[in-house]
Nanobody
Framework: QAQLVESGGGSVQAGGSLRLSCVAS????????LSWFRQAPGKEREAVAS???????RYADSVKGRFIISRNNAKNTLFLQMNSLKPEDTAMYYC????????????????????WGQGTQVTVST
């Protein structure tokens, strides 16, 4: 059974950093596109960053220059390094994996991802 488990969330002051991890089990991620999404209370889920199986990445405008998505296929793990955090980054963060059939630029649509983690909470205070 496929499972994605996120970790690394927490509470931090504005300007601080956090590194999220997502470990996959039951599936191998080396040929899949992976992504981080987030959802704040009362808001729609939005894509934060996505990465192809070859390492090409794509970011939401709101996090460009502050967040870095990376992956370690040998460890079946996805990462999100978050720097210069802002209160508006406060949300539940989810990792997602697609079915591995995609090509081209990494998708930022939740509809293109099949497997989802349970989320890890990030709270940024002023």
């Amino acid at each position: 059974q496929a499972q994605l488990v996120e970790s690394g969330g927490g509470s931090v002051q504005a300007g601080g950093s956090l590194r999220l991890s997502c470990v996959a089990s039951g599936i191998t991620v080396n040929r899949r596109y992976l992504s981080w999404f987030r959802q704040a209370p009362g808001k729609e889920r939005e894509a934060v960053a996505s990465i192809t199986h070859l390492g090409s990445s794509r970011y939401a405008d709101s996090v460009k220059g502050r967040f870095i998505i990376s992956r370690n296929n040998a460890k079946n793990t996805l990462f999100l390094q978050m720097n210069s955090l802002k209160p508006e980054d406060t949300a539940m963060y989810y990792c997602a994996a697609d079915q591995g059939l995609r090509a081209g630029v990494p998708s930022m649509s939740s509809l293109d991802y099949t497997y989802w983690g349970q989320g890890t909470q990030v709270t940024v205070s002023t």
